[in-house]
């Protein structure tokens, strides 16, 4: 299964693994925030990125978690 919003395998998102959510780490904390996860929610993350049906959002997910973490920018 991948997450909904950037396409990560979820297999490998220890956050997901864990919660059994449809979105990754990234996507959670960026894109959903503190709001518990829907299908709603999800939707409307990929509308206001202008994500198609099957297309994913390209992100490098270790520079963005090391943004959010204030590691690197």
Do not use: W
């Not at 990929?46 to 690197?72: C, K, M, T």
Request: glycine share 10%.
């Amino acid at each position: 299964m991948n997450c909904a919003i950037c396409g990560t395998n979820l297999k490998e998102d220890l956050f997901s693994a864990v919660t059994q959510e449809p979105v990754c780490t990234i996507c959670k904390m960026k894109f959903i925030g503190g709001l518990p996860t829907s299908p709603a929610r999800i939707a409307q993350a990929r509308e206001r990125l202008g994500l198609a049906d099957g297309i994913y959002l390209h992100q490098d997910n270790a520079v963005e978690a090391a943004r959010i973490l204030g590691r690197r920018g």
